[in-house]
């Protein structure tokens, strides 16, 4: 049996079964139903936010995100995330200028933001990448000198938490995905964060095509919600997360110890981190050619890794080919190892030495 970069957690199918018997004795499976108001809520209470509002994929809520925010213009972001966090801006209208990264932590670099800022500039749009949070400090009172808003794609980063609080508390919106490959899942699914409460309003009629009650409209709106299905498997998978959480730092640990003294690296934590969550296993090669090197010899074996995040996104077509010279080298270094729930301690031994043998 292959090996795969991640593997989506399954609870109990009988506890999964509880939900979908109340779901066919209430008949309401969609629109705002009691299980999604519940999901919220529980969401809300684990992760220390305000206002959580569960949509139907990470993706929309991004470009919920930049319609609640009514951006337009340029807005600074970074080249090394997965495609969703440039296509949301393209798709929306937006102009992305990237920024490169810190070669250390890979999130958006802030000593290289005010260079980039225009008067055409109106919001940073950056990654907390594999969970590791950005330098919210710095990026804050940089948008605040120059007016700008701030959304942080923290797809990677449920449960992260910067001085002892939710690293989603920063900025104006954060954004999550619960896709069936993350930490916590709803199979597929995404949240917006904020703790503002005009924008909170807007964001309650933007994801529901702008309905204020049945016969009347706040504004426009897309399609944002999601099925009491998708929030039963989430209602299933959040109880058990902090024992996710744990058995990934654990397998983490451990390749750590395999990795040590060899020529591979990983990106370093952001000071100021207090609680990291273990959402993905990066490691940074020493060349491509080694990483090319490194996967093969893995995939001989059947195991799987993953190139996040390659291509570096400021050389998608259809972003202009700007320069980001530290995000294009570690695009083509970056390699994640496979982590997950069930990920046996002998199988992440025999990764640790296929990789060894392969450098």
């Keep these: 049996m292959s090996i795969n970069v991640t593997k989506s957690y399954l609870p109990p199918?009988?506890?999964?079964?509880?939900?979908?018997?109340?779901?066919?004795e209430r008949g309401h499976l969609t629109n705002a139903g009691p299980l999604v108001l519940e999901l919220e809520q529980r969401l809300k209470d684990y992760l220390g936010v305000k206002h959580a509002f569960y949509v139907n994929n990470g993706t929309i809520a991004l470009q919920i995100a930049l319609k609640a925010l009514n951006l337009q213009g340029e807005v600074l972001t970074t080249p090394f995330s997965y495609v969703a966090t440039t296509s949301s801006l393209v798709w929306e209208g937006c102009v992305p200028v990237f920024v490169d990264i810190h070669p250390e932590t890979l999130c958006i670099d802030p000593a290289k933001l005010e260079a980039a800022i225009t008067s055409r500039t109106t919001a940073i749009m950056a990654t907390h990448v594999y969970g590791n949070p950005c330098d919210v400090e710095a990026i804050a009172a940089i948008a605040e000198r120059?007016?700008?808003r701030v959304i942080y794609d923290a797809a990677?980063?449920?449960?992260v938490e910067y001085n002892n609080q939710s690293v989603l508390n920063y900025g104006d919106i954060s954004t999550l995905s619960f896709h069936a490959t993350k930490l916590f899942h709803t199979v597929e699914g995404g949240?917006?964060?904020t703790n503002d409460d005009a924008l909170a309003h807007r964001i309650s009629y933007m994801r529901n095509f702008g309905h204020n009650g049945p016969e009347a409209f706040w504004g426009v709106g897309v399609n944002g919600k999601s099925s009491e299905f998708h929030a039963a498997m989430g209602l299933c998978v959040l109880p058990?997360?902090?024992?996710?959480?744990?058995?990934r730092r654990e397998i983490s640990e451990r390749y750590d110890a395999l990795l040590a003294g060899t020529a591979?690296?990983?990106?370093q934590l952001q000071p100021g981190t207090t609680r990291f969550t273990y959402s993905y296993?990066?490691?940074l090669m020493p060349s491509e050619a080694v990483l090319i090197k490194v996967r093969d010899a893995l995939n001989a074996e059947g195991i799987m890794p993953r190139r996040y995040f390659y291509p570096s996104l400021n050389l998608l077509e259809y972003t202009g080919q700007q320069a980001a010279p530290v995000s294009e080298d570690a695009s083509v270094r970056s390699l994640c190892l496979p982590l997950y729930y069930g990920l046996a301690d002998e199988d992440v031994d025999r990764i640790g030495r296929i990789i060894i043998a392969a450098l």
């Design 146 to 148: 120059h007016n700008l």
């Design 264 to 267: 591979v690296r990983n990106p």
């Design 191 to 193: 949240a917006i964060i």
């Design 240 to 247: 058990e997360v902090d024992k996710l959480i744990r058995r």
């Design 13 to 24: 199918l009988e506890q999964y079964v509880t939900y979908l018997q109340g779901i066919w």
């Design 281 to 283: 296993y990066p490691t």
């Design 156 to 159: 990677h980063a449920f449960g």
